[in-house]
């Protein structure tokens, strides 16, 4: 699963994050493979990929905390873990960070260019060529 994510082509990525969301089905999945199944949803652009980063060192804390004896490899987990749960973080404190920047409205100071064939634009104001219209059968 792991090395198949990280192969980077679309339908890969596709294969294991499928294969991460069957796993995390089974209750009885053992705490290392559920921790890297999260592990591979966190490093996704799943849309809950900063809770499964999150869960991944939750369940990789746990994992040690249970263990009778850490090796090398339950601490290499849980670095891994708080590894991608820090990039996971990076990439959503940006998203948010762009999300926002786009919903801003224009400053009070900034120009806004009237389109006139653009209906929502100025439409409690009448159109200056209509006075002109008026103004010239009028006279």
């Not at 959503?92 to 926002?100: I, N, T």
Request: hydrophobic share 35%.
């Amino acid at each position: 699963m792991i090395r198949q994510f990280r192969q980077g082509d679309d339908a890969s990525v596709a294969s294991a994050v499928h294969t991460a969301r069957e796993l995390l089905t089974h209750a009885e999945l053992p705490l290392i493979i559920r921790a890297r199944a999260c592990m591979v949803l966190g490093c996704s652009s799943e849309p809950d990929f900063l809770e499964q980063a999150e869960e991944a060192v939750r369940i990789a804390q746990l994992a040690t905390d249970n263990a009778t004896s850490v090796g090398q490899l339950g601490r290499q987990l849980l670095e891994d873990c708080k590894t991608v749960l820090r990039e996971a973080q990076k990439a959503h404190d940006a998203a948010s960070a762009f999300e926002e920047e786009e919903e801003e409205p224009p400053a009070e100071d900034e120009e806004v260019v009237w389109d006139p064939d653009d209906p929502t634009i100025g439409a409690e104001e009448e159109d200056p060529r209509n006075d002109a219209e008026e103004n010239g059968k009028s006279g």
